[in-house]
């Protein structure tokens, strides 16, 4: 499933390719547009294809073999049934990345497997407004640029049944903002490895102008460049 495994006609490695997912059953995120766009922007220029979809009937093995990695950009809700949630996991355990995107974690609230793949699931939010990211670790590809502490503009999330397991890189300083709830230890984004695929989140994301931030989108591309890499 990894990038290495995929081939053309003529037997020269194919570029990586990203399916990115949009399926709303609960608040539709206007950011989606913008978010499809930057995505689409960052394949071209950094050599990896983007195909997007709202349609849950391409969850299918079939169709899922085709990509190196899912990107779930503001899923909400109950996107997948039964036999395309087999078919993700699938996929997942197959070796296929992941990436999620802001209300990636208001998503599937009723399967297990999911929570433990995105690392957490959506609780609440305050207002949009400023905050300061504290980013903790900077070996990752997606955090390595970053400052220490990090401010911006985003619907901030609080967060249940966070997976122990993932490995925090940023988390939020919640003096610096109003509405906070998961207190000192309250992670904005973070990595791991899940049934041996590789697995990306950002909680950034909501508005249409974090997809025209520099920063924003060199960390969400780190991201992905991470879940793309052949271990």
């Known amino acids: 499933m990894n990038c290495s495994t ?4 003529g037997g ?11 399926k709303t059953a609960g608040y539709y995120h206007t950011s989606i ?9 960052l394949g071209a220029e950094n050599g990896f294809k983007v195909d997007t979809t709202n349609n849950a009937a391409k969850f299918v093995q079939d169709t899922l073999q085709k990509y190196d990695a899912v990107v779930f950009l503001s899923t909400t809700q109950d996107v997948l049934n039964d036999t395309q949630q087999q ?27 999911y929570n433990q793949l995105v690392g957490a ?28 502490k990090w401010e911006r503009k985003d619907e901030w999330y ?6 122990p397991d993932v490995k925090v890189l940023a988390n939020l300083d919640e003096t610096s903002y109003k509405g906070g709830k998961n207190g000192q230890n309250h992670p904005i984004a973070w990595y791991h490895t899940f049934e041996g695929a590789r697995v990306f989140y950002t909680g950034g994301g909501h508005t249409n102008e974090s997809f025209q931030e ?11 460049q991470y879940v793309l890499q052949k271990e």
């Open 6 to 9: 995929r081939k053309e006609m």
């Open 33 to 41: 547009p913008s978010g499809l766009a930057a995505l689409q922007k």
């Open 121 to 148: 699931y959506f609780d609440s939010h305050p207002e949009i407004q400023t905050a300061t990211i504290q980013v903790v670790d900077k070996s990752h590809l997606s955090t390595s640029f970053l400052p220490d």
């Open 87 to 113: 078919a993700f996991e699938q996929f997942i355990r197959g070796g296929g990345g992941f990436v999620g995107i802001h209300a990636a974690t208001d998503t599937e609230y009723n399967w297990p497997w």
């Open 214 to 224: 520099p920063l924003f989108l060199r960390h969400l591309l780190g991201g992905i």
């Open 158 to 163: 609080n967060f249940k049944n966070i997976n």
């Open 12 to 22: 020269a490695p194919d570029l990586p390719s990203l399916l990115v997912f949009y």
